[in-house]
């Protein structure tokens, strides 16, 4: 059973930057698809983006060009590196895993594991 655990959210001005770190443990992180989520109150849970098991990423429109979504093997750990942060940004954000399969992409339906969430809040 994978487990996956997040750190790294906080606050901070728009333009600011954060990375996010999902440390994963009995799951192992190369080769696997994974992806980061975030949701903001009062709202469904929205895929942000997605790391496949040969490298290739995906990222919602809305984040494309500021965020970049990464993989460090030796440690086990999926980053999310967030730049020119903006107020519609602020959400709980979530590391999920694939248990197995080939196709990954930044759909909920995809992912088996999820961790708890860390808050990221952004001030205009």
């Known amino acids: 059973q994978g487990q996956l655990a997040e750190s790294g959210g906080g606050s901070v001005q728009a333009g600011g930057s954060l990375r996010l770190s999902c440390a994963a443990s009995?799951?192992?992180?190369?080769?696997?698809?994974m992806g980061w989520f975030r949701q903001a109150p009062g709202k469904e849970r929205e895929g942000v983006a997605a790391?496949?098991?040969?490298?290739?990423?995906r990222y919602v429109n809305s984040v494309k060009g500021r965020f970049i979504i990464s993989k460090d093997n030796a440690k086990n750990i999926l980053y999310l590196q967030m730049n020119n942060l903006k107020p519609e940004d602020t959400a709980m954000y979530y590391c999920a895993a694939r248990r197995n399969g080939v196709y990954c992409d930044i759909n909920i339906s995809l992912f088996d594991y999820w961790g708890q969430g860390t808050q990221v809040t952004v001030s205009s």
């Open positions: 790391f496949d098991s040969v490298g290739n990423t």
């Open positions: 009995g799951y192992t992180v190369r080769g696997s698809c």
